[in-house]
């Protein structure tokens, strides 16, 4: 008797943290420069476990493996001096399963302002 267990997609992609942070990236960052990993879990085996990371972020690119980095130029002068955006990891189930998280991005000014005479 040969008995054959197939898995299930039953778990949902688990981030390790529910917040990912990271403060005082410069404004003049370039997209070459990754700004933080993000790292999630799923308790299925094989396709039903394996991950992609995805964003729908303007503002940032995130790698098949976790890795975030701008997508272009950011800007210290912005509401809080704060990008916040989600981070969803999606398994390759036959019908796959989503787990999100959030990401927060704190931007440190750089002096990149001309100053500026209020009178002629």
């Known amino acids: 008797v040969r008995v054959v267990i197939i898995d299930e997609n039953?778990?949902?992609?688990?981030?390790?943290?529910?917040?990912?942070?990271?403060?005082?990236?410069?404004e003049t960052v370039t997209t070459a420069t990754s700004l933080l990993q993000v790292s999630a879990s799923d308790c299925d085996s094989e396709e039903n476990a394996e991950l992609t990371y995805y964003t729908l972020s303007p503002?940032?690119?995130?790698?098949?493996?976790?890795?975030?980095?701008?997508?272009?130029?950011?800007?210290?002068?912005?509401?809080?001096?704060?990008y916040e955006f989600v981070v969803m990891a999606i398994d390759k189930g036959e019908v796959p399963r989503t787990g999100?998280?959030?990401?927060?991005?704190?931007?440190?000014?750089?002096?990149?302002?001309?100053?500026e005479f209020s009178q002629h």
């Open 10 to 26: 039953d778990c949902i992609p688990e981030f390790l943290q529910s917040i990912y942070s990271k403060d005082g990236i410069p």
């Open 59 to 82: 503002d940032f690119t995130i790698s098949p493996h976790g890795t975030i980095f701008p997508a272009g130029p950011l800007d210290y002068e912005r509401p809080n001096h704060l």
């Open 100 to 115: 999100t998280t959030t990401v927060r991005i704190r931007m440190a000014n750089v002096n990149d302002e001309a100053p």
